[in-house]
């Protein structure tokens, strides 16, 4: 390949390619298992061509050894499985939503395959989910994507040391949030069903011959979708502010 590129050259784009193809295959969306790996891969190869030059205008010097070779490529893996891991975590406070709200509205019991995971997940969960996906590319969020995969560079240069420490503590308040944030989603859902719980037990109390089951379940399921088709587009707007607060963060974007 001396003609048309060096061997400096090639192992950049080696080290870039393993960094973004590490990345592409965990963030949301693009990472989903509904994405076939032969587009993923191809995916992950455009964007070294494209990045490469930017991230990387002085090619590194290639290793005399193949061990420090091979500890730069698991080095480059494990930061681009920790981005795209992080990505994806804080993705699973739209689960945590409708999981909560499923189980508050009785319809825990209602299960589909979601395209993000492996396993079905509840109907409201799934539901929530893609409205997460329709909202991340309606509103540009995925350029910060991009953006987020240069500025690794600059976070995590090439050859440093790796971050197991800091990357830890990242994903544990990563985790932490997530779950916050998939609390607070689910809120007027959870409001609704505590007062509609009460009320439901004062009734019992009152009139113990009351069939309340059969009267209370067909009401909060009805309640519990009308107050989520209501609160949805602040729930969009809530959980796009927070995810991309985080994606800027990586990207080294300042402001809304």
Partial sequence: ?????????????AMVFTRL?????????????????????????????????????TPPAVPDELALMALHVVREVFVGLMIGAVLRVFMASLSVAGEIISIQSTLSFAQTSAPGLVEPSTTVGTFIGLVGLILIFSTNLHHLFLGAMVNSYNIFPFAAGAPVQDSGELAIRTMS??????????????????????????????????QVFFVASPLMVLFSLAILALSLGLIGMVWVNGYGGLLRSFAGVSGG
């Fill in 1 to 13: 390949m001396e003609p048309y590129a060096s061997v400096q050259q090639v192992y950049a784009g």
């Fill in 21 to 57: 193809a590490a990345m592409v295959m965990t963030m949301p969306a693009v990472g989903d298992q509904a994405v076939p790996v032969r587009i993923r891969l191809a995916f992950a190869l455009m964007l070294t061509v494209t990045i490469a030059p930017v991230v990387m205008p």
């Fill in 177 to 210: 949030e997530a779950f916050r944030m998939g609390v607070q989603l689910s809120a007027p859902v959870l409001v609704l069903a505590l007062v509609f719980n009460v009320a439901v037990g004062l009734a019992a109390r009152i009139m113990p011959q009351f």
